[in-house]
C-alpha cells in the first residue's frame, strides 16, 4: 500500500487537498469498490448458503441459483450503494452551493469506501465462525403455503442465538467502519465540493447519522 | 226219565268242561315257568324327573324259559308318588321262550326330590303275578349359568365380552339348550346361543359380547328341554358404567418439545400402566394443532401391561397458543377405541420466547451503536468548534 492510500485513513484532509490538485480519476476508486464488492460477494455466498439450506425442502437443487443470486447481489449493491451515497451527497452538497463535478464526488466516496473493506473483512472472518453454529430451519412445501408460517419460520431463523451474535457483531463493525468512512467522506465533500468543514459535515453527518440510527433501530427490534 | 235224561246232559257237559277250567289254573310246571320270567330292564326318559314332569318308563321283560311260553294278561305301574297318566295293559300277550316283551308307560310325579319306587306287576294267566319295584329319581338340580369373567365396569357404546359356562349338574342328560339374551338399551352378540344336548355332569362355555348404550340389566335366559319337559334358568347381569379397573392405561411422559422451521416437534414415551394390553396404541396432535408431515400421526402399535413405546408427532401452532392437547388412543382387545387427551406446553424454544429473550439481549450492541454515533458527532462538532476558532 503506498503512503497515499494510508493518508486516506489517518490523513484523509492532507490526502484529499493533494487530490484537488490533481484530475479526477476513477480508477483506484472503483478498484476500491471492486474490492470491497468481492468481500462483499463472499459474505454473501455464505449467507446465501443459508438461505439455501432454508429453501431446501421447497426447492431442492436450487442452492446454487441461490448462493450464486446473492453473490451477484453483494457485488452489483456494492457499486449501487457507491452511487446512491454519492448521489446523495451531491444533492446535499448542492443546497451549500457545492460547485465540485459528480465525478469528483464519486471518486471521493469511492476512496472513502476503503475503510470499509476492512470492516467486511472483519465481517467475513466472523461470519465463517458463526455460521457453522446456526441452525438453520427448513421451510416445508406445507409451510410455504401459509404466509405466517413463512413469517414464523423467518423469525426461527433470524433468532437463532448463533445468527442474532453474528447480526449483532456485523452491525457494529458496520457502524464503526462506516463512520471512519463517514470521517473521511466530510473531508472529501470538502475539497470535492468546495464547502467549509460544517456544511460538508452537515451534508455527509446527516445522512450517515441518520442511517447509522435507521440500523441501530433494526439491531433495537430484531 | 226224561228229568234223568237232561241232568245227565248237564253232567255230560260239566264232565266236560270241568278239564277245560282245570287247564286255566295254575299247575306246578306253570308255576316254575313264570319264576322264570323277569325283568330285564328299565328305561325312565328323562332319566330324572323334576317335580311336575311327566315321562315314559319302558319295562323289558324277558321269558328266560328255553322252551316253553308263558301268558301274560294285565301289566300296570305306579304309586301314589308316580302317577301312571296311560292306561295299563289290559290284554293278553305271549312272551316266547327267551323273547323279551316291553311294556311303556307314561307316568308323571308332583312328588318331591328323592327316589321313588313305584311298582310294576304283571299277571301270569297260568301264575300268580310278577312284581317288581322301578326305583325313579325326582331331582329339582337345574342347569348352572356360570359368569366365569366380566368387565368389572362397561362403556357407553363399548363392546365387552362376558364369558359364561352352562353346566348340568344332574344325572341325566336333557335336550335342547339354549340360552337367551335381552336387556333394554343393549346389543348382545349372538342373542341366542343353541347349545343342544347337554349330558349330566357336563359343561359348555359360551361367550356373548355387550354393546350398552345405558346403564341396564343383562337378562339371561337358559332354556332346556328334561324329557319333553320345558325348563329354563334365568341371570340377570347388572351393566354398569365406570372405569374397568384392568382396563389398559396408556399414560405419556418424558414428553419433551422442540420447534424447527415453525413446526413443532413433540417426542415422549407411552407407558401402558394398565392391567391390559393397549392395542394400536396412536398419538397426534388436536385442534388448534395442524398436524405436519413427516409425523401427523403416529402409530406405536400394541403395548402390553407394563411396557413402553416411543412417538413423535409434528404440528404447527398458531402465535399465542402456548399448550396444544395430545391425543392418544388405543383399541381394546374387543376393537372399542379410547381416547385420551393430555395438554403439552409449548416450550421455550419457541420463537415468542426467543423474541422476548433478544429485547435484552440486543441492549447491548444497540447502546453500543448510540455510543459510536455520540462519539462521532461529538468529535465533529469539537473539531469544527475548534477549527471555527
Known amino acids: 500500500m503506498s503512503p497515499l492510500i494510508i493518508d486516506i485513513l489517518i490523513r484523509p484532509d492532507a490526502f484529499f487537498s493533494t487530490r484537488e490538485t490533481e484530475k479526477e480519476s476513477l480508477k483506484i476508486p472503483a478498484l476500491i469498490i471492486l474490492t470491497g464488492g468481492i468481500v462483499a460477494a463472499i459474505y454473501g455466498y455464505l449467507m446465501g448458503g443459508l438461505s439455501a439450506k432454508m429453501m431446501e425442502g421447497v426447492m431442492p437443487g436450487m442452492g446454487a441459483v441461490i448462493t450464486l443470486s446473492a453473490m451477484a447481489g453483494a457485488l452489483i449493491m456494492t457499486f449501487i450503494f457507491w452511487l446512491i451515497v454519492a448521489g446523495i451527497f451531491y444533492l446535499v452538497s448542492s443546497l451549500f452551493k457545492g460547485l465540485g463535478s459528480f465525478n469528483r464526488v464519486l471518486e471521493v466516496v469511492g476512496y472513502g469506501y476503503l475503510p470499509q473493506i476492512a470492516g467486511s473483512l472483519i465481517t467475513l472472518v466472523t461470519a465463517i465462525v458463526y455460521i457453522p453454529k446456526i441452525a438453520v430451519p427448513t421451510l416445508t412445501t406445507a409451510a410455504l403455503q401459509d404466509p405466517a408460517m413463512i413469517e414464523q419460520v423467518t423469525k426461527a431463523f433470524l433468532h437463532d442465538p448463533a445468527m442474532m451474535e453474528l447480526t449483532q457483531i456485523t452491525t457494529l463493525v458496520s457502524i464503526v467502519f462506516l463512520l471512519w468512512s463517514a470521517h473521511i467522506w466530510i473531508f472529501g465533500i470538502m475539497h470535492a465540493r468546495g464547502l467549509s468543514p460544517r456544511d460538508a459535515a452537515i451534508c455527509v453527518g446527516v445522512p450517515i447519522v441518520l442511517y447509522v440510527l435507521y440500523m441501530t433501530y433494526k439491531l433495537g427490534v430484531m | ?389
Open chain 2, 1 to 389: 226219565m226224561r228229568m234223568n235224561h237232561f241232568l245227565a246232559i248237564i253232567c255230560l257237559l260239566l264232565f266236560c268242561i270241568l278239564p277245560g277250567i282245570a287247564l286255566a289254573y295254575s299247575t306246578p310246571e306253570s308255576i316254575v315257568a313264570s319264576g322264570n320270567v323277569y325283568v330285564s330292564r328299565i328305561v325312565y326318559d328323562p332319566g330324572a324327573f323334576f317335580t311336575g314332569d311327566a315321562g315314559t318308563v319302558t319295562i323289558y321283560v324277558t321269558n328266560g324259559n328255553s322252551n316253553q311260553s308263558v301268558v301274560v294278561n294285565h301289566a300296570t305301574i305306579g304309586d301314589k308318588n308316580i302317577r301312571l297318566i296311560s292306561n295299563p295293559y289290559d290284554t293278553s300277550a305271549n312272551i316266547g321262550p327267551l323273547q323279551t316283551q316291553t311294556f311303556i308307560f307314561s307316568v308323571a310325579t308332583d312328588a318331591f326330590e328323592g327316589v321313588y319306587y313305584p311298582t310294576f306287576s304283571l299277571s301270569f294267566r297260568d301264575a300268580d303275578s310278577l312284581y317288581y319295584r322301578a326305583m325313579v329319581k325326582v331331582d329339582n338340580t337345574p342347569l348352572q349359568l356360570t359368569v366365569l369373567d366380566k368387565p368389572d365396569a362397561f362403556t357407553q357404546g363399548a363392546k365387552k365380552t362376558i364369558y359364561l359356562q352352562v353346566a348340568n349338574p344332574r344325572k341325566n342328560n336333557v335336550s335342547s339348550v339354549d340360552l337367551d339374551v335381552t336387556g333394554d338399551g343393549i346389543s348382545a352378540l349372538p342373542e341366542q346361543v343353541f347349545i343342544g344336548d347337554l349330558t349330566g355332569g357336563g359343561t359348555v362355555p359360551v361367550n356373548i359380547t355387550i354393546t350398552p348404550e345405558k346403564a341396564t340389566t343383562v337378562l339371561l335366559t337358559l332354556n332346556y328341554d328334561n324329557g319333553d319337559n320345558p325348563h329354563n334358568v334365568t341371570m340377570e347381569i347388572p351393566v354398569a358404567f365406570g372405569v374397568d379397573k384392568k382396563q389398559a392405561n396408556p399414560v405419556m411422559s418424558n414428553v419433551q418439545v422442540k420447534t424447527d422451521t415453525g413446526i413443532y416437534d413433540v417426542t415422549g414415551d407411552v407407558n401402558n400402566a394398565g392391567l391390559e394390553t393397549a392395542n394400536t396404541v396412536m398419538v397426534t396432535a388436536l385442534s388448534p394443532a395442524v398436524p405436519q408431515d413427516p409425523y401427523k400421526t403416529y402409530v406405536v402399535g400394541a403395548l402390553k401391561p407394563d411396557d413402553f413405546g416411543s412417538f413423535e408427532v409434528t404440528f404447527t401452532a398458531g402465535p399465542g397458543n402456548t399448550t396444544i392437547p395430545i391425543q392418544l388412543s388405543y383399541k381394546d382387545a374387543d376393537g372399542n377405541i379410547y381416547n385420551t387427551v393430555q395438554d403439552v406446553k409449548l416450550t421455550s424454544s419457541g420463537v415468542s420466547t426467543t423474541t422476548e429473550n433478544s429485547d435484552s439481549s440486543n441492549l447491548l450492541p444497540v447502546a453500543a451503536a448510540i455510543v459510536l454515533v455520540l462519539i462521532f458527532v461529538g468529535g465533529w462538532l469539537y473539531y469544527l468548534k475548534r477549527n471555527k476558532k
